[in-house]
């Protein structure tokens, strides 16, 4: 995780200067780590455990809007303002960097600062391709394409490396799913249902799942 994380492109003592800067916190299921629109004092990285990104409709709802895992980059430098609300999905850890001692760090550290910014470039090609899931592709690919994208990103906090899970717990139920995919609730369990029924996966317990048929699943999600 460490080679993955934002403090990687620094020298191992310029790494422990920033991580005295820092402090490890646990954040339990269903804890708010973050509030959409309170003054961004601290960034974060993921240690373990996945948290989602949500922001409130003016309504009242809420709508998730990104899912962090481990060496994912949370909180916004040299900003004012927290954009989003960041919620543990599981129990979680995070190491917690005041943001003024990280943005003073940041410009003492170029290579942190282009470290940054990749990250950046990273996430906005990220949402450009989820655009695109979300604005044309259907149900079915949607599914697809989220099982395939949980199987990857999973395998990157774990020591699977790059090799991608054929077996994981969903981090989301599926109404936190229907959230992030645009679909209803009926419309994700009747998905799933269906690729267990083709063979494509298993459900063996109320989160736990099994990809059966990769290659299937991939052409599935139009990739």
């Known amino acids: 995780m460490r080679n993955r994380a934002i403090c990687a492109a620094l020298e191992p003592e310029d790494r422990h200067a920033l991580g005295r800067e820092g402090r490890i916190q646990t954040v339990p ?8 629109g309170e003054d961004a004092m601290l960034v974060a990285n993921v240690i ?6 949500s922001t409130s409709t003016s309504d009242g709802r809420e709508q998730i809007v990104g899912v962090v895992y481990p060496s994912d980059f949370i909180g916004r430098p040299f900003g004012e303002r927290s954009q989003h609300s960041v919620t543990a999905l599981v129990d979680s850890r995070v190491c917690l960097l005041p943001r003024a001692a990280f943005d003073r760090f940041a410009h003492e550290h170029p290579e942190l600062e282009h470290r940054l910014l990749n990250r950046a470039l990273d996430e906005l ?9 979300l604005g044309r592709k259907s149900a079915t690919e949607r599914v697809a394409s989220f099982l395939l994208e949980l199987s990857h990103r999973l395998a990157e906090s774990g020591c699977a490396g790059d090799v991608a899970l054929d077996s994981f717990e969903l981090p989301l139920d599926r109404q ?9 609730i009926e419309t994700v369990s009747r998905q ?22 990769r290659a299937r699943l991939t052409a599935l999600a139009g990739d």
């Open 176 to 184: 936190q799913i229907a959230d992030v995919l645009g679909l209803t």
């Open 48 to 53: 373990e455990g996945v948290l989602k990104l």
């Open 192 to 213: 799933m249902s269906s690729l267990r029924a083709a063979g494509v996966i298993e459900l063996p317990g109320r989160r736990s799942l099994h990809i059966l048929d």
């Open 125 to 133: 090609d990220r949402a450009r391709r989820w655009m695109l899931l």
């Open 29 to 36: 299921r269903g804890r708010t780590l973050v509030w959409e």
